[in-house]
């Protein structure tokens, strides 16, 4: 299934933890404008870490786009931290102690403890929620291209994009990075979600592989070696700091400042900075003729693009919802300095409570509309 054109249209979701509650909000918004909503705008779907959820989700109901965007959304508003990760008193007091008994005495037991947070729940939420068994009929039905789910792998090291699509796609092998054709299950999402030290990695085949934008260099390849023209990327961070961002500091930062300044950092600046190269080689390429091309041998193409990200950071938006964090984990991740003078982003990731989310799905729906016309250019006609 092609794009108006011909040309085929890919949407990139990279996400991590409760910030890809943002992603559903635009997604909502497309639903809402196009002319035609049931069909399937994005034949291909490329999803990392809670990108890789929303992508799934959006994948297993192609058929019709309008209710896919609306069973995301019900499925996020429905979401508790519960859902995702254990909060009571016992489960948060567990995982405490393990990471006390794995630092202190780690050398005795010749063995530390593998992840902060235990998210055997969000494993059971998914199970109950995702079928990929789905999936094929979308893919006969040409109402989808391809599901791609990055993942990391900690041994090798590289980053692999586990994709399901039309059986002419064939696998892909680049330094450090590479795509392999699977039957995708609650695994693959699982492992990409593992966002690191949070959550413990997933075993896939021969390895453990854990979130995938921790070596994720080029987060626009696996949409562009699956057949995409044309990218929708929406992206949950900042692509340029602002002068206005810059505030006096408080004191040496606390740990939990810390960790958001580390996560922050791998969500964010491989993807800026991949898109600063695919706009750089539009450039290149459009002045260069095609027959140019051919004569030099570059099998390249130029892709059209289109970034929606937040009008508001999401770490300040956290720090207002703070207190809806489930008080066990929020009296245990105190010790590390969260809410004490924290900018809110660590919390922003774990913080999987209904007005957290109904604020960045608002947010979400905001920023679509507000630039409209740049989608509807985008999308070339097919919305109002």
């Not at 794995?102 to 235990?118: R, T």
């Not at 009929?137 to 291209?145: D, M, N, Q, S, Y």
């Not at 929708?232 to 692509?239: E, F």
């Not at 956290?318 to 010790?335: C, D, T, V």
Request: hydrophobic share 45%; charged share 20%; aromatic share 8%.
């Amino acid at each position: 299934m092609h794009g108006h054109g011909g040309k085929r249209t890919a949407l990139v979701l990279s996400a991590g933890g409760a910030r890809a509650a943002y992603e559903v909000g635009v997604l909502k918004a497309l639903s809402q404008l196009r002319r035609s909503p049931a069909s399937n705008p994005f034949p291909l779907l490329c999803g990392v870490s809670g990108g890789a959820l929303n992508a799934a989700i959006l994948a297993l109901a192609a058929e019709n786009f309008s209710s896919a965007a609306e069973n995301l959304e019900a499925f996020w508003l429905a979401l508790r931290s519960s859902d995702v990760y254990r909060v009571d008193a016992f489960g948060v007091a567990a995982s405490g102690a393990r990471w006390l008994v794995g630092l202190v005495g780690g050398w005795l037991f010749g063995k530390g403890p593998e992840a902060f947070l235990d998210n055997r729940p969000l494993r059971r939420h998914l199970a109950q929620s995702l079928d990929f068994s789905r999936l094929e009929p979308a893919i006969a039905a040409h109402t989808l291209h391809a599901l791609a789910i990055t993942c990391s792998g900690y041994a090798s090291g590289q980053c692999v994009s586990f994709f399901q699509g039309r059986a002419d796609l064939d696998p892909w092998h680049r330094p450090q990075r590479g795509g392999a054709h699977v039957s995708l299950n609650v695994d693959h999402v699982m492992a990409s979600m593992a966002i690191p030290f949070l959550f413990p990695a997933v075993r896939l085949h021969r390895e453990y592989f854990g979130d995938g934008v921790m070596r994720e260099l080029a987060p626009l390849s696996p949409a562009i070696h699956l057949g995409a023209d044309r990218v929708l990327v929406i992206s949950t961070g900042s692509m340029a700091s602002r002068e206005g961002d810059r505030n006096p500091a408080q004191g040496h930062p606390s740990l939990a400042e810390t960790a958001g300044h580390l996560l922050a950092g791998i969500y964010v600046d491989s993807l800026s900075a991949d898109l600063e190269r695919m706009q750089q080689l539009n450039r290149l390429l459009a002045r260069l003729p095609a027959e140019r091309r051919g004569e030099a041998g570059l099998a390249l193409r130029e892709i059209d693009l289109l970034v929606i990200e937040p009008s508001e950071r999401l770490d300040h938006l956290a720090l207002k919802h703070l207190e809806n964090l489930p008080w066990p984990l929020r009296r245990l991740l105190s010790g590390i300095g969260l809410g004490k003078g924290s900018d809110g982003a660590f919390a922003s990731y774990l913080l999987f409570e209904p007005s957290y989310i109904r604020a960045l799905i608002d947010l979400g729906y905001r920023d679509a509309m507000v630039r409209r016309d740049e989608v509807a250019a985008f999308m070339r006609l097919e919305i109002t």
